[in-house]
Structure formats: structure tokens, C-alpha cells
């Protein structure tokens, strides 16, 4: 992805994201042009999806599943079997 300086148009550099959600975040830039010196912030941001995940629920709920602490899965398990 090429960020272009918004003053000047010449190539500007990435120094810092800030991710704020899977969907979201703030690019901090600085032009490559000494002469400009330009700083910005440019937002990135997801738009819509032209092909599905390959990745089927089941795998991503497991996933998810074994990044919880054992006290969050008992609790999730305990939940499940009032179903």
C-alpha cells in the first residue's frame, strides 16, 4: 500500500498504526521530502468483504475458544450445557 504525502504528493512513510479495532486504524505519516516535512494522520479502514473467509465457523469458534484462560472456558462450558 503506497500512502502519498496529502501536501505535496510525494511518497510518504508509515511510522505508527494505531489499531483501534479489527476494522480499523490510524496510520501516522511523515512525507520522505526533507523539504516538505509534512505529518499526517490517514485512516484505514475495512470497506466490504468480495470473497468469504476459507476458514469454516467451527474452526474460528475453536480458535477463539483456546485463547481464553481455563477459568473462561469453564465458564463458557458450564453456560453451553444449559442449552
Known sequence: MRIHCTAC?????????NRLSLAYADLY???T?????HTFVANLSFSHTLS???KSTTAIVSE???ALSP????QI???LNLL
Open 9 to 17: 504528493g510525494k511518497k510518504a512513510i508509515i511510522g505508527k498504526t
Open 29 to 31: 505519516c511523515s512525507c
Open 33 to 37: 521530502d526533507p523539504k516538505c516535512g
Open 52 to 54: 468469504p473467509s476459507a
Open 64 to 66: 477463539l475458544f483456546r
Open 71 to 74: 477459568v473462561q472456558r469453564q
Open 77 to 79: 462450558q458450564q453456560e
